[in-house]
Nanobody
């Protein structure tokens, strides 16, 4: 079992940056693949980025490639999402999630979820 707590959301102007953090409880954080998802009002939750347990491999949704970077620090039980060149369409609640699988890109592959953090990008 792992518990996840996101932080770092907020209001930012278009073109700005934010770094989201997700702190995990438990001593087995390094055994989980981690992911970030987002959900905008009236829309389905969608995949943003994922990282393997070791951090050796990452995957991104096409709409964030070149702008967002996922990373993790297993010593700190934390996964990050650096978001640059933010656009109004990035406005959403961002969730981090943990998977028992080596790699996971769909929400159905993730067993544990945080409560989410709001990101609002103004134009």
């Amino acid at each position: 079992q792992v518990q996840l707590v996101e932080s770092g959301g907020g209001l930012v102007q278009a073109g700005g940056s934010l770094r989201l953090s997700c702190a995990a409880s438990g001593r087995t954080f390094s055994s989980y693949a981690m992911g970030w998802f987002r959900q905008a009002p009236g829309k389905e939750r969608e995949f943003v980025a994922a990282i393997t347990w070791s951090g050796g491999s990452t995957d991104y949704a096409d709409f964030v490639k070149g702008r967002f970077t996922i990373s993790r620090d297993n010593a700190k039980n934390t996964v990050y999402l650096q978001m640059n060149s933010l656009k109004p369409e990035d406005t959403a609640v961002y969730y981090c999630a943990a998977s028992n699988l080596p790699v996971a890109v769909t929400q159905y592959e993730y067993a544990y979820w945080g409560q989410g953090t709001q990101v609002t990008v103004s134009s």
